[in-house]
């Protein structure tokens, strides 16, 4: 195809051919004085042969010009020469730039197709009509305020889509608030009593969804409500037994309160304590951590053994408190903003949970199409 610059941008045997003009050079002359045969640059001047890297030293040598004149003068008419590319590159620039789509493929919530359809798939994974349209689902972040980042929104509406293709009775506040009390608790010592969750939290009319989190996306958990069905989202990003009651815990807490029914409340790095976070994050976080070790407890606890902190005595404390010494160690970590404090107690629970749950990522695909 024809462009612009074809019109203009001449090979540069023709502007080695003029200035051999302006100095009454013959053919003959210009190859003794590069000392090739005439045969060797009768292809560069009549246009069939480009100017490799060394021709474009030895024709400024015998110019008295830098080398960088002819090397310039060969890549203009080389760039003048190529093909236009493809539109669709800078379709697909744009979309990569914007969204994380070749971990969106790899994970199997797109496929790997042309632009065209690459673009009708993100309208409808974002449930926008048109690209420019897409939103960032909005959400009261803990750390992030405002609308989330583009790997972050893309976790978020895998949830929502994946929650959307499961079947729960009513949402039953009063029965979340029993299990709560009465069946959480029996499951806070080993580790594996964690594969019950899923069924408990069906049967209080909760979609309960495990997403792997996508790369450069910092999310713990998030709870919002599709109509009148309360949905858990929660990526364990932190394979840790005390994180895990403490995020299910949190997002319980938003449920009971209803928050997330206009806005989607999505919790990050819930480990660590944050300057300043909303009501409805103070709610439940202080909810969380009182029921992974009550608080006025563990608070006296701490301020009789401070500031030694004996592991015998931290296992005494969770046999006290009937709950896996991770799941105390956790808190204790949190107050005291001691994160190196016995991790190997920190045991890990994604082998019992995703089993047993809604699972899209860790090497499976939840089967939901768009």
């Given at each position: 195809?024809?462009?612009?610059?074809?019109?203009?941008?001449?090979?540069?045997?023709?502007?080695?051919?003029?200035?051999?003009?302006?100095?009454?050079?013959?053919?003959?002359?210009?190859?003794?004085?590069?000392?090739?045969?005439?045969?060797?640059?009768?292809?560069?001047?009549?246009?069939?042969?480009?100017?490799?890297?060394?021709?474009?030293?030895?024709?400024?040598?015998?110019?008295?010009v830098p080398a960088e004149?002819?090397?310039?003068?060969?890549?203009?008419?080389?760039?003048?020469?190529?093909?236009?590319?493809?539109?669709?590159?800078?379709?697909?620039?744009?979309?990569?730039?914007?969204?994380?789509?070749?971990?969106?493929?790899?994970?199997?919530?797109?496929?790997?197709?042309?632009?065209?359809?690459?673009?009708?798939?993100?309208?409808?994974?974002?449930?926008?009509?048109?690209?420019?349209?897409?939103?960032?689902?909005?959400?009261?972040?803990?750390?992030?305020?405002?609308?989330?980042?583009?790997?972050?929104?893309?976790?978020?509406?895998?949830?929502?889509?994946?929650?959307?293709?499961?079947?729960?009775?009513?949402?039953?506040?009063?029965?979340?608030?029993?299990?709560?009390?009465?069946?959480?608790?029996?499951?806070?010592?080993?580790?594996?009593?964690?594969?019950?969750?899923?069924?408990?939290?069906?049967?209080?009319?909760?979609?309960?969804?495990?997403?792997?989190?996508?790369?450069?996306?910092?999310?713990?958990?998030?709870?919002?409500?599709?109509?009148?069905?309360?949905?858990?989202?929660?990526?364990?990003?932190?394979?840790?037994?005390?994180?895990?009651?403490?995020?299910?815990?949190?997002?319980?807490?938003?449920?009971?309160?209803?928050?997330?029914?206009?806005?989607?409340?999505?919790?990050?790095?819930?480990?660590?304590?944050?300057?300043?976070?909303?009501?409805?994050?103070?709610?439940?976080?202080?909810a969380a951590a009182?029921?992974?070790?009550?608080?006025?407890?563990?608070?006296?606890?701490?301020?009789?053994?401070?500031?030694?902190?004996?592991?015998?005595?931290?296992?005494?404390?969770?046999?006290?408190?009937?709950?896996?010494?991770?799941?105390?160690?956790?808190?204790?970590?949190?107050?005291?903003?001691?994160?190196?404090?016995?991790?190997?107690?920190?045991?890990?629970?994604?082998?019992?949970?995703?089993?047993?749950?809604?699972?899209?990522?860790?090497?499976?695909?939840?089967?939901?199409?768009?």
């Amino acid at each position: 195809m024809a462009t612009t610059m074809q019109t203009w941008v001449r090979h540069p045997g023709q502007y080695i051919k003029e200035e051999m003009e302006e100095r009454g050079w013959s053919q003959r002359e210009l190859a003794f004085i590069l000392g090739v045969s005439e045969q060797a640059i009768n292809p560069i001047l009549n246009g069939k042969r480009g100017i490799s890297p060394e021709m474009a030293k030895a024709f400024g040598e015998a110019f008295d010009v830098p080398a960088e004149f002819f090397a310039n003068l060969q890549q203009a008419y080389g760039l003048a020469q190529a093909r236009t590319p493809d539109i669709s590159i800078s379709a697909r620039r744009t979309m990569q730039s914007i969204y994380p789509i070749r971990e969106m493929i790899k994970r199997g919530w797109i496929e790997q197709t042309d632009t065209n359809m690459l673009q009708i798939q993100l309208t409808r994974f974002f449930e926008s009509p048109t690209l420019d349209e897409i939103p960032y689902f909005p959400y009261a972040a803990k750390k992030a305020p405002g609308g989330a980042p583009p790997a972050q929104t893309a976790w978020l509406y895998r949830v929502r889509q994946i929650a959307r293709s499961i079947s729960v009775p009513a949402y039953s506040e009063r029965a979340l608030r029993s299990a709560i009390a009465n069946k959480f608790p029996s499951l806070l010592y080993a580790p594996d009593d964690i594969r019950e969750i899923p069924q408990i939290l069906m049967e209080c009319g909760i979609k309960f969804v495990l997403v792997e989190k996508l790369p450069n996306a910092k999310i713990d958990g998030v709870c919002f409500w599709l109509d009148d069905v309360p949905v858990i989202g929660m990526s364990l990003e932190k394979d840790r037994i005390d994180n895990f009651w403490f995020v299910l815990r949190h997002e319980c807490e938003h449920v009971l309160n209803g928050h997330g029914k206009i806005e989607a409340m999505v919790d990050i790095d819930l480990d660590t304590e944050a300057v300043s976070m909303s009501e409805e994050e103070r709610i439940a976080n202080d909810a969380a951590a009182n029921f992974c070790a009550p608080a006025e407890k563990l608070d006296l606890w701490i301020k009789r053994k401070q500031p030694y902190y004996y592991e015998r005595e931290v296992l005494a404390l969770s046999r006290i408190l009937e709950r896996h010494p991770g799941i105390v160690i956790g808190q204790i970590r949190r107050k005291l903003n001691r994160y190196d404090y016995l991790t190997r107690y920190l045991v890990k629970i994604r082998q019992y949970i995703l089993p047993v749950a809604t699972t899209d990522g860790w090497g499976q695909a939840a089967p939901v199409s768009l």
